[in-house]
């Protein structure tokens, strides 16, 4: 039986809504196995391009339930392999996705929202405020969307991109299921990353879903009064309550929590500041540092590289792992911070 919530888009069911949509339409539950490998294995456009189907069961699907693919606008691409599309919903509305090479192979950093209510001092995807939320189904498109132009296999993806995915926390819940189902893409949880703020009652609530995904936090500063000056929702969940939540979500999952922090010359890249944040790191956790991608409505300065290696050599010496992150894909604006809704895209009919 479907229920209210069913999603009346189809590439937000899994496999269990599709069985049961399809049942209630009086067809075969297989019909539902069918319909989910021929979305994410067959890229199937529409539900007239599924000609094992009768005819009749096409034309009841087409009218009781909706198809919509992203189409993309424009697909640009950088000397370093990352490719970023601009991906035109169905209403018109628009969306960054980013493919990304790496050693072992491709990832995607998928936008969860149209815009972004958050408003961080420093990133492009908050300018003009948040939309709307994306659907679980346009949500995993955009990684149909990255596996048709990979030369290889997509085998990771980040909700990074624009929007802040524990602000749209049922689709984006949905969309893990989803992109993790065996008979679609098949990715293992623990190649899927979830990237936020700090909604401290949303990690709470994600630790208790059995879904073992990487939680990384975007961190930037160890004290409450830079934090607030660079990210707003400090002030809702300061550090006092972001930094036990994360410590559960390590405790209830067994995965490690991964620290983001961009580094912005003169305001949060000292060496006394990583010994602060050392401080405050008191339980297993991993700080991935990001020279801060200019973003040019914002008046900073990304940290030069030896003040980078001097943040990390400081957190390493005090026994925290740190990476430096790849600034792939700056020169097409598909860096971390730099996505954009690009404005809204008339559908054409
Ligand atoms: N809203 C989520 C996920 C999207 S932002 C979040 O904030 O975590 C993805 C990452 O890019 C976050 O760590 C964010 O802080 C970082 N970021 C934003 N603007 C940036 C910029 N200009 N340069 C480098 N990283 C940036
Ligand atoms: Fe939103 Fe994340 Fe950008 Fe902040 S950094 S405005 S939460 S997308």
């Known amino acids: 039986m479907t229920t209210p ?7 937000s069911w899994l496999p269990g809504d599709a069985a049961a949509a399809l049942e209630e339409l009086g067809a075969e539950p297989y019909r539902g196995r069918q319909l989910f490998r021929a979305l994410w294995q067959g890229r199937l456009a529409s539900f007239e391009q599924l000609e094992v189907w009768p005819r009749a069961l096409r034309a009841r699907m087409a009218e009781a339930y909706r198809l919509d693919r992203v189409v993309p606008v424009t697909e640009q691409r950088a000397h370093d392999g990352t490719v970023k599309g601009l991906l035109r919903l169905a209403d018109g509305e628009a969306v960054e996705t980013v493919l990304l090479p790496h050693r072992y192979g491709w990832s995607v950093c998928v936008s969860s929202q149209v815009g972004c209510a958050m408003g961080c001092h420093f990133c492009a995807s ?6 709307r939320n994306l659907t679980a189904g346009e949500i995993v498109d955009q990684v149909a969307w990255a596996a048709s132009v990979a030369p290889g296999r997509v085998s990771r993806v980040d909700l990074m991109g624009i929007g802040e995915p524990l602000d749209n926390y049922r689709e984006t819940v949905r969309f893990l299921r989803l992109v993790h189902e065996p008979t679609g893409f098949g990715l293992s949880y623990r190649h899927l990353t979830v990237s936020t703020s700090g909604l401290v009652p949303a990690i709470l609530k994600l630790a208790e879903e059995h879904l073992p995904v990487t939680l990384a936090v975007s961190l930037h500063a160890p004290d409450d ?3 607030e000056r660079l990210m707003p929702i400090n002030r809702a969940y300061p550090l006092s309550k972001l930094l036990p939540a994360c410590e559960t979500y390590w405790q209830r ?13 003169d305001v949060n890249d000292s060496t006394t500041l990583a010994d602060r944040l050392a401080d405050q790191l008191t339980f297993p956790a991993h700080v991935n540092v990001i020279p801060w991608n200019p973003v040019p409505e914002h008046p900073f300065r990304p940290s030069p590289p030896r003040q980078v290696a001097a943040f990390c050599e400081t957190l390493l010496n005090r026994g925290i792992p740190c990476t430096v992150r790849r600034e792939l894909g700056q020169e097409i604006q598909a860096a971390c911070g730099q ?3 690009s404005g809204a895209i008339p559908v054409q009919s």
Do not use: H, K, M, W
């Open 339 to 341: 996505l954009r809704r």
């Open 5 to 11: 919530n069913t999603p009346i888009d189809v590439r």
């Open 253 to 265: 999952t067994g995965r490690r929590v991964s620290f983001e922090y961009l580094l912005i010359q």
């Open 225 to 227: 009064a830079l934090r």
């Open 126 to 131: 908050g300018i003009g405020g948040r939309r």
